[in-house]
């Protein structure tokens, strides 16, 4: 399959910055871009798509997910973040079956293309529903099965979460031409005991895994562990070798400069989860001084219960203000550093080196944000526009290697009133 754009305004990352080539064109054969251009290629193509009046970029990486958490959305959201997480959150998550958890996958992708995410890294239980209807999407995505365990007597050889997570690693690693990647993941250092987390790394340090874990969310947690350890969150994993493959911390809200020096050194990237931290009164992530000192870090949304939603646009507007009012200075953050986070550095942390921007060779991940809205002209700096102006509601068209997965409001592999009904179905059960 060959598509041609024509007559679009295309985001291009060049010598370290954003810049619009006006009115351009841009080719894609089977799940490549083969061209990007002011003049029009002399191949012949199976589909031209008009793009007046649209930006095309990179879709967005969406780091840090709990998809089927939509089925939670705004439930106890006023609440404090222990009651919120033990009276609310884990009762409905104890009544939750595959069946739930399809539907609640199936509902984040929906809201996810119609966002402009291209691919996401997830952390929740039943991966393999997850793969599945990630799969049947068209959507990319670095799925995990966490590992937690409370029990000190629990011995690694009895864990059924070790156990599911490399089968899980088994049947789905690179499926779909590499678009499901399976990672592995301990929830947390408040999670899980030493001995379950020592012995799961050591297996996925054997597959050279990419480990997705929580990191010093909050104060309690960070505080709480050097009490227990004598160490950080990240002096902990860092001593369990947690960091010897790859691996990425979302959150990173309370670490210490010791602990962004373990960072660095050890080549962990980091998911910086704005809304998140803020909804849940977690903290300012010191995310300038991590960018500073060269850590890689890209944007996440969380799941929707702590969120609530999966917008990466508005994940973007919010790192990008937050960090200049609290250290009272309008130059902390711009465009360039947020738009990249967003798409290149998220790409970077799911291991997809040829994605996460606009260039011939890349996987045409690529989306078309239209400007023909009111918030949206004049159009004098689209960088400014997409980071401070842009919704989800403005993305028109959201292609994953190559294939038109959603396009004008129309879902081109999934059956949004199917999901509605099950998601109806799955509200009656669990409320
Ligand atoms: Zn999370």
């Not at 754009?5 to 006006?22: H, W």
């Not at 799969?135 to 799925?143: E, H, I, Q, T, V």
């Not at 300012?284 to 060269?294: H, Q, T, V």
């Not at 949004?416 to 509200?427: G, L, P, S, T, V």
């Amino acid at each position: 399959m060959k598509t041609l754009f024509k007559n679009a305004d295309i985001l291009l990352f060049e010598n370290g910055i954003y810049n619009v080539i006006k009115n351009a064109y841009l080719a894609v054969d089977g799940n490549k871009i083969s061209y990007i251009g002011k003049d029009e290629p002399s191949d012949s193509f199976d589909e031209t798509k008009d793009m007046h009046g649209k930006l095309l970029m990179s879709g967005f990486y969406n780091c840090h997910n709990h998809c089927p958490m939509v089925l939670l959305r705004g439930v106890g959201s006023d609440l404090p973040l222990n009651e919120w997480l033990f009276n609310k959150v884990f009762p409905i998550e104890d009544k939750l079956t595959a069946e739930e958890i399809e539907a609640g996958t199936k509902l984040a992708l929906l809201e996810m293309l119609a966002g402009g995410t291209v691919s996401f890294s997830d952390m929740y239980f039943e991966p393999q529903v997850t793969a599945r209807a990630v799969a049947d999407s068209g959507m990319k995505a670095n799925l995990t099965r966490p590992v937690q365990s409370f029990d000190p007597n629990e011995e690694p050889k009895d864990s059924f979460r070790i156990a599911q997570s490399l089968e899980l690693y088994n049947e789905w690693n690179k499926a779909e031409n590499d678009r499901i990647l399976i990672d592995f993941s301990i929830h947390a250092e408040y999670t899980c005991t030493e001995k379950i987390a020592r012995a799961y790394i050591e297996e996925s340090n054997k597959r050279k895994g990419n480990l997705h874990i929580h990191l010093s969310e909050t104060v309690k947690e960070h505080n709480e562990c050097k009490e227990k350890y004598g160490k950080t969150p990240t002096e902990w994993f860092n001593a369990l070798g947690a960091f010897d493959s790859r691996a990425f911390a979302a959150h990173c809200v309370t670490l210490e400069d010791s602990d962004m020096d373990i960072i660095l050194q050890k080549g962990v990237n980091v998911v910086h989860n704005p809304t998140s931290n803020m909804k849940l009164g977690s903290g300012f992530a010191r995310i300038p001084k991590m960018l500073d000192m060269g850590i890689n870090v890209a944007l996440g949304t969380d799941g929707a219960a702590s969120n609530n939603n999966l917008d990466m646009l508005e994940e973007i507007h919010l790192a990008s203000v937050i960090h200049n009012g609290y250290m009272q200075d309008a130059t902390v953050m711009n465009a360039d550093t947020v738009i990249k986070m967003a798409t290149k550095n998220g790409a970077l942390l799911q291991g997809r080196d040829d994605c996460g921007e606009l260039k011939v060779g890349n996987k045409a991940d690529i989306i078309a944000i239209s400007l023909d809205k009111p918030h949206l002209r004049p159009i004098i700096d689209e960088k400014a526009l997409i980071t401070y102006s842009a919704q989800s509601s403005d993305v028109y068209m959201t292609m994953v290697d190559g294939k038109v997965l959603y396009e004008n409001g129309e879902y081109k592999t999934l059956d949004k009133e199917k999901i509605y009904y099950d998601i109806e179905k799955a509200i009656k059960k669990l409320y």
